[in-house]
DNA sequence: GTGAAAGCGCTAACAA
DNA sequence: TTGTTAGCGCTTTCAC
């Protein structure tokens, strides 16, 4: 027996041969009608295009990937850790899905999602040797250097969301975090903060290299660092709401505030009010990626805009030469500061 | 030639002749072997285990797909209307994608994910049918009653997340949208609120149940129902958001707010604040999802909860039932009320 | 311009 | 307990 047992009449699924048999000619003519190849005569070709077409023929992927040794299925890996409970909660990473979803589409390109435990990052091998997918993209490279460099060693065609790092063996298509950090903390310079806290874990690469600009605009501006403006919250959680709280608890002199992403701004911009407290009056906030929420919040936030449309594009041209056999250079993307709300109508000090 | 022109060396992908011929056994031997068969001897069994693990085996799921005329792949279908621009922005949307993909994964399950214009739904079919897949997760009904409807009568195994309408052919998950409106309208009412705006688009069936839960708790308050209370702002938007200033600047009398989402209860929170206006001392405020930003916006709003890690395990059971060829019932998924700030400490008048 | 035929890698009925 | 054999539905070389 063939199909499931769903029903009795178990109506076998038209395949070329029906169409052959329908159409008088071979199953090798019907499958050349069918992609378009120039070898068949144009009338034939398309008759029986129009015979398939209204017999709602849907080929075997199957059958077509088993025989040319070939798929067009993408997997899209997200790897959630346990310990940080650093799941996929960011609607950055909805955004980034969703483009990814487009620009594969437009490939036509399947894609495969699958949520990995940080942990155990090596699964995402079986699924490009199982050959259910031809590469991968993983979005969100966190701290496993290590494991994806091996990954790249294994020849997986293998494209990551995040920072560009030395000693990178696999490809990484990411915005350009130190000059989004730097442009974040000179815009608060600018409009005369002084003392300009940093909220966010640089223990992430991405992080850490906006943490590297705000170093840089320090400099640049011969203002002097403070350690304990350095405030290392994880992303969005209650974890980093808890810091945040006990950070104001402190009563540490600040004047801004630089989130390594627009979730902890606008936490952060919450609790300030709850305190009685005006952004952008008495505190400059600015954060990163732009996510929809940003300019929705009150006062809108300022943001750095990480451009997540062309992000999926040039993540999934990564992959096609990847795949290619070809070896793409990693892509830093440009940045744009979005001004709104939360950094305007400052007066200099 | 067989594989891609990756490499010059290229290494064929070990396959089960090659174990076969190692072991010194038949493939069929080995194909029994490796899917647990008692038939084999334990002991040749456990040494073609043994030896496909050292050689790094993975099976070509098309051929075993092909052969058994089976696979283990779900699509889970985002509809994003066009006209709207409902996309997939809500932050609901990938905590249930989330949920789903432990779900399936726990059932050893693949996601396929698709985003599909909602005018063509029918789009989805061909996945089902060209065996790509063995069902459908939709995310989202939206306004596509009927062309969901016309899918399920063409035997595609469905499951949808949304409300329950009459007629309806189709599987459905969904929370309980008529109790949750009701529960949250009669909270405020408790908290001695009179006048409640209402702000979502009854258009969607979800929206338009939340609304008959609220009109419910009127009636058994004795409340009288008005007209401008009710603002259809769509899902959360620059639209939306436009419309919810408008009726601010009506001043048109109220003094608390249900909206259908989370999104918009935040929204309008900020508008409020941006007018000097307290929650809840002079507006209380509900939403509807208790999406993460809901604990974390200020004042943390209250909400009513979706349990979304028991919406993704209910919708891929159904989907299973399905699959055997069940006709498994819609679900309907109790809600709770959240209670937070942003209804608490009022006062009654 | 079209057809015949081989075979992709696997599974399962039937034999032994 | 294991092997033999016959395909699953498609693509593609080679022949006409």
Redesign the interface.
Known sequence: M??????KIDTK?TQMADIARLAGVSTATVSRALNGSVLIKQETRERIQELARSL?Y??????K??RS???R?IG?VIPYDINTRQ???D?F???M??SL??AL?DQGY??????VDAQHLDEVA?LY????VKGIILIGQWRHHDQLNELAMR?IPLVVWGAQLPGQMYCSVGSDNRMGGQMATEHLIQKGCKRIAFFGDVNLPEVAQRYEGYVLAHHHAKLPLEEALRVATPF?S?LA?KMMIEFLDQTILFDAVFAASD?LA??I???L??RGLDVPRDYCVVGYDDV??A?????PLTTIRQSVDVAGTQMVDCLEQL???GRPESRVLKIALTERQSTRQRKFR
Request: with cysteine; hydrophobic share 35%.
């Open positions: 063939t199909g499931t047992t769903t029903s699924r709602n849907a080929i075997n992927f199957s059958a990937n088993l040794g070939d798929n299925t899209v799941h996929i909660s609607p990473f909805l955004g899905l969703g979803a487009d589409t399947d894609l495969l999602l699958s949520r079986k040797e199982t050959g259910r020849r969005a209650d709401q979730l606008i936490s911009m919450g609790l009010a709850a929809d929420a300019s929705h919040c009150h006062p795949i290619a056999g």
